[in-house]
Each structure stands twice: as structure tokens, then as C-alpha cells.
């Protein structure tokens, strides 16, 4: 808890959530003022017939389009300019990006970087960014990142072995499109990993320093509908009202960390994307449970509510012991739904993790983790996960 009570919350977005949603894109395009879209998502969704359905929405409103679909998992900056030289000389005013938190945020940076100069590099870090971007809408098709709902946008350099964060109000999109029914046909490994991605934001956010009663209760609730759906969402694909908790859990965890930023887990997750490439969910799900159990002791009661918004019995228990339960039925949902998997499996060896843990130790998530790291507590943290 923030013991001050003072903080600042913002939320620039319109969200239009709901089954079927996605029908009325059109209408949402038009009330941008926009009859030609560049649509930014994946080969993955374009194979998947997800940007099809997309494409027919618009098709039967009459609105102009066309497909940039070469934005890779964990996007590149050179796929970022690619598509705002696409954009500029197809004369488009508005994007529609289509996808999971990649070809979100890099919808996100072609449409800051349609009207702003430079290179999206220059605008690494918070509040950089000069001007508003251009109309932009996100399409979620996967329930985690919650990039929908968020001012962040990862790029990566891959020659350059770099990844970094570009925060502004600029980045949130005009308009969030969540529409679970396309996320009914995701795999079950993508939906388990992206699912732990969404809990671990409102969990990272809820227990850090920079919470405040707003977020709080958008990460409590979150957690909850991740306690309630996550295993249902993942082992029964197909049921709509689990698929429909999760992007909302996913959607509101986002709005919480947008005013607090995460912590430990988030700030690891830069230096093995950039450098050991793991994908971003991936090394999530590892480092979590060792990530909590390194937090627990500076704030007890928050994991003791963990504990609770995850149906442990905690009746009688002393305080500590409630919040070992917190951690062992988060460890357990993520034991339930994801593959087990080690940083080693990627190929992280003892001699990276020193330097891991610098980058690591650079990044805005620091400050605001519960407990107060050194970088040899990070090495101690990814050394558990070998
Ligand atoms: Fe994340």
C-alpha cells in the first residue's frame, strides 16, 4: 500500500470489450475519422484466418485497407519502419493492429513514429515521445500482455542485441478492440503462457511500491478472474466465459501497472529477451515463483490476500504462513498449466547471469519491487532457475 495516498492515475483509452465485438470495427474506424487502414499484425494470424475476419469486417463497411504482416515476434525496429514507410506512402490515416502483445506494440510505435522523427530508439525510456501519433486501434488476440491497455511498447534491435521500452501517453491506443472470441482457437501452451503473463502484471503491480487503491483493486480483480479461468481457459479452450475472464483479466492488469510499473520478474525479462532470446511469457513464467518467494518477506499481508484470491484455506494460519500459501497456489497454477521449463533450456549458463542482473538492475522496475534488490540477489534469483 502506498502509505501517502497520494498518486496519479490515468487512463487515456476507450475499450469496447466483449464476444462479437469485433463486427463493429468499422464503425470504430469511421468514428476516427479514417476510410484507409493499415492493418499491422503476423504471418501467424494472417494463416490462422484471424486478420481475414478482420479484413471482411472492413470490407462490409466500405473502409479501405491494407495488410503489413511481417511483424516478428518480440517486433524489430526495422519491421516498426518498414511498415511507417508503408503507412506514408499509402497515404493510410489510421492503423489497426491485430495480434498479441508483439504486433500491438508495434502498431503502437508506427503510430507514434508516423508523426514523430527520428528513430523509435530515440523515444527509449518515459515520456519522450514528442506528439501524439496517428488513430490507432488494438486487436488482442492473445490474453497477456494487455498491451491494449498500456503506454509501454517493447522494440528490439536483434543485430544490435538490445530490447527497450518506450513509455508514453501517446502509446495507448485510441481504442481497444477485446473481443474473446478471437482467442477461442489459441494453443494451449500459448494461452497458459500468456495467461501467467497477465497474473504476474497484476501480481508485480499489486505488491510493489508504487501501488495505490486504484490499481489495487484492478489487480485484485484481475487475479481473480486468473484464479476462476486461467485452468478453464487453457484445458477448455473453446468455453467463451473463460476465455472472456482472461482478456479482461489481461486488459484490467494492464491498466494497473500502467500507473506502477512491475518489478523483479519484469525487469529480468529484458536482458534474457534481448540477450539469451527467450521469448518475453516464456521467462515470465520461470522466474515468477522464485521472484515471489524473494518478495514475500517485505510484505507479508499482500501475499497473505494473494492467498486468499487464489482459494487457500489461510483460516488460523499466523501471518507467514498465509502468505507461503499465496505463493505455493500461484506455483501451482502456473505448475497445473505451463510446461516446466528452466533458463537453461534456452541456454543461459552460470557466467551469464552476472551481467544479466546489471541490465537487469538498470531498469525502471527496480525501484518500485517490494523489496529492495542487490544484483547479487537477481543472480541468486535466475541461478534457481537453471
Ligand atoms: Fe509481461
Excluded at 487453457?234 to 476465455?243: I, L, M, Q
Excluded at 528452466?342 to 541456454?347: N, Y
Aim: hydrophobic share 45%; aromatic share 6%; net charge negative.
Amino acid at each position: 500500500m502506498n502509505d501517502h495516498r497520494t498518486f496519479s492515475f490515468e487512463f487515456p483509452a476507450r475499450i469496447e470489450f466483449g464476444a462479437g465485438v469485433v463486427a463493429r470495427l468499422g464503425q470504430f474506424v469511421r468514428s476516427l475519422d479514417s476510410d484507409r487502414v493499415l492493418i499491422v499484425t503476423d504471418p501467424g494470424l494472417v494463416e490462422a484466418g484471424i486478420v481475414e475476419r478482420i479484413t471482411s469486417v472492413l470490407d462490409g463497411a466500405g473502409i479501405d485497407h491494407l495488410v503489413f504482416q511481417d511483424i516478428e515476434s518480440e517486433p524489430d525496429a526495422r519491421s516498426v519502419h518498414a511498415a511507417v514507410d508503408l503507412y506514408r506512402s499509402e497515404k493510410c490515416s489510421s492503423i489497426v493492429a491485430v495480434g498479441g502483445g508483439s504486433a500491438l506494440d508495434a502498431g503502437k510505435a508506427v503510430s507514434v513514429m508516423a508523426t514523430n522523427p527520428g528513430h523509435i530508439r530515440d523515444y527509449a525510456g518515459l515520456g519522450l515521445v514528442r506528439k501524439a501519433g496517428v488513430p490507432f486501434i488494438a486487436v488482442p488476440t492473445t490474453a497477456g500482455t494487455g498491451s491494449e491497455g498500456t503506454i509501454w511498447a517493447v522494440i528490439s534491435e536483434k543485430d544490435r542485441a538490445d530490447k527497450y521500452g518506450v513509455g508514453s501517453s501517446y502509446l495507448v491506443p485510441r481504442l481497444a478492440v477485446c473481443d474473446p472470441d478471437l482467442t477461442l482457437t489459441l494453443p494451449q501452451r500459448v494461452t497458459a503462457l500468456t495467461g501467467i503473463d497477465a497474473m504476474s502484471h497484476a501480481m508485480e503491480s499489486y505488491i510493489n511500491k508504487a501501488t495505490q487503491p486504484i490499481s489495487e483493486a484492478l489487480s485484485e480483480q484481475s487475479m481473480r478472474l486468473v484464479a476462476r479461468s486461467l485452468r478453464k481457459a487453457v484445458f477448455a479452450g473453446d468455453t467463451v466465459a473463460a476465455r472472456s475472464d482472461m482478456l479482461l483479466a489481461s486488459t484490467m492488469a494492464a491498466m494497473a501497472f500502467n500507473s506502477t510499473r512491475l518489478g523483479i520478474a519484469h525487469a529480468l525479462a529484458m536482458p534474457l529477451g534481448a540477450q539469451a532470446k527467450i521469448p518475453h511469457a516464456d521467462v515470465i513464467a520461470v522466474l515468477m515463483p522464485p521472484v515471489l518467494r524473494f518478495n514475500m518477506v517485505a510484505n507479508l499481508e499482500k501475499f497473505a490476500r494473494i492467498a486468499e484470491i487464489f482459494g487457500a484455506s489461510t483460516t488460523g494460519l499466523p501471518l507467514r504462513l498465509a502468505a507461503e500459501r499465496g505463493i505455493e497456489a500461484v506455483e501451482q497454477l502456473i505448475g497445473d498449466v505451463a510446461p516446466p521449463a528452466k533458463l537453461s533450456d534456452w541456454g543461459v549458463k552460470e557466467a551469464h547471469l552476472p551481467a544479466y542482473a546489471e541490465a537487469g538492475m538498470q531498469t525502471g522496475n527496480i525501484p518500485v519491487n517490494p523489496r529492495t534488490p542487490r544484483a547479487e540477489d537477481l543472480v541468486a534469483i535466475m541461478r534457481d532457475c537453471l
